[in-house]
């Protein structure tokens, strides 16, 4: 069974300054990922993914992760922040050919930018 | 382009009511779920419909049912709803990864 872990329930960062939302995984096998960011009383919108090929995955608004095999992680990173990436970010996996099976989810990671 | 469509995007039951969450979407994708959202919990999958005509349990599938009506539809109906069943519920759409997701139905049961 799979499983993510979202090592932050609040990041609070001001803005202009980078920021890093930490997600580790566990899986028997391979994975594909995911990140996600919710504003407040919205839907999820996919910031990014990785299916396969290079480990370095940039997104929409400037947002990049980095899968790493060997440590089953894949962080979210940002240069420099701005108060509209207030939000709620969520980190996600599931397996590629496992059918229609759907994505397990971290707990979510509130990112707060303080001005 | 509309995507994934959830009706109705509020509403307040009482216990022991019934009520079905409509899910529509107009991407002709195979594969769509039902999650819900509660703090501090993150999303889970209550149930999915690998297609037409098939549907399975996912990690919360207790109080639901669904029903794929079409490839275009997923309903999610509460039976007899309870305060547990308090939550945001998101449906969601896939072929290939990743999925797509409506903007949700906020229920409260009281």
């Known amino acids: 069974a799979q499983s993510v872990t979202q090592l932050d329930s609040q990041v609070p960062v001001f803005e202009e300054a980078p920021v890093e939302l930490r997600c580790n995984y566990s899986s028997s096998v391979s994975v594909y990922l995911f990140w996600y960011v919710q504003y407040p009383n919205q839907g999820l919108q996919l910031l990014l993914k990785?299916?396969?090929?290079?480990?370095l995955v940039k997104g929409i608004n400037g947002f990049e992760a980095e899968f790493n095999k060997s440590q089953t992680s894949f962080h979210l990173r940002k240069p420099s922040v701005h108060i509209s990436d207030t939000a709620e970010y969520f980190c996600a996996v599931s397996e590629p050919g496992g059918g229609a099976d759907g994505l397990t989810f971290g707990k979510g990671t509130h990112l707060i930018i303080q001005p | 382009n509309a995507g994934v469509t959830q009706t109705p995007k509020f509403q307040v039951l009482k216990t022991g009511q019934s009520m079905t969450l409509q899910c529509a979407q107009d991407m002709n994708h195979n594969s769509m779920y039902w999650y819900r959202q509660d703090p501090g919990m993150g999303l889970r999958l209550i149930y999915y419909?690998?297609?037409?005509?098939?549907?399975d349990k996912g990690e919360v599938p207790n109080g639901y049912n669904v029903s794929r009506l079409n490839k275009r539809e997923f309903s999610l109906r509460l039976e007899s709803a309870a305060p547990s069943q308090t939550s945001v519920y998101f449906c969601?759409?896939?072929?290939?990864?990743?999925?797509?997701f409506g903007d949700g139905t906020r229920l409260s049961i009281l």
């Open positions: 990785y299916l396969s090929g290079s480990t």
């Open positions: 969601a759409s896939s072929d290939t990864p990743p999925q797509h």
């Open positions: 419909s690998a297609s037409e005509g098939t549907t």
